[in-house]
């Protein structure tokens, strides 16, 4: 860095005109911009994980006070509703022709609103997309499972600290797993695309 000091002190004398001013500014600014890049990346980085922390402490803190009951059996209901979600939408219906009663729509509602209250941006963002293309009914059974199953485990990571990844919840549930793999991660790639969730929850900034 000195030798390159020198060498732009060096040349300003020799040969100075605005043309030089204007190049060495642009040297500068890119050499500061070099230089500071890193120490930028470290401090969204420690941010990033501060928010985590508190978020975190915060859960401990309710899960403590709660005696973690809320929180197993909100993560049991949306476990139950991977493991069987035709039957949890029966359920949900509450009445023969299948549309929801006052009483359902309260208990969704409550599901909704912890997840809200309590869980990380990145559940909220994948429980927002799931209802979004639940109201437009443009999810098809695929579809439905893998949001599903990226809400399950981003609510464990949330809740208990523990990773799981998405595609492991269902190849857990289906034996036919490897005969739709594609399809399932041709849908995880669009989940990434419309949230910036990858398969492994991970993101650099949600959309």
Avoid at 127 to 151: H, P, Q, R
């Amino acid at each position: 860095m000195d030798g390159t000091v020198s060498a732009l002190i060096y040349w300003i004398t020799h040969s100075f005109n605005w043309t030089s001013l204007l190049l060495v500014l642009i040297i500068v600014v890119l050499l500061v911009w070099i230089y500071r890049t890193p120490h930028f990346y470290q401090e969204r980085t420690h941010d990033q994980r501060l928010s985590e922390s508190a978020q975190r402490l915060q859960i401990d803190q309710y899960y403590r006070e709660s005696n973690g009951n809320e929180i197993k059996d909100n993560l049991a209901w949306w476990t139950e509703f991977l493991a069987d979600p035709t039957k949890k939408a029966e359920e949900l219906g509450g009445n023969e022709s299948g549309e929801m009663d006052q009483e359902h729509i309260d208990l969704l509602n409550d599901r909704m609103k912890f997840i809200m209250q309590f869980g990380s941006a990145r559940t909220v963002k994948l429980l927002a997309l799931y209802m979004e293309k639940t109201y437009t009914k443009s999810l098809d059974n695929d579809g439905v499972l893998i949001c599903l199953a990226y809400i399950v485990a981003s609510l464990k990571s949330d809740y208990t600290g523990q990773n799981a990844l998405p595609l492991d919840l269902l190849r857990i549930k289906f034996n036919d797993f490897e005969a739709n793999e594609r399809k399932y991660r041709r849908i995880c790639r669009k989940i990434k695309r419309v949230t910036g969730i990858d398969q492994r929850l991970t993101y650099h900034q949600l959309k």
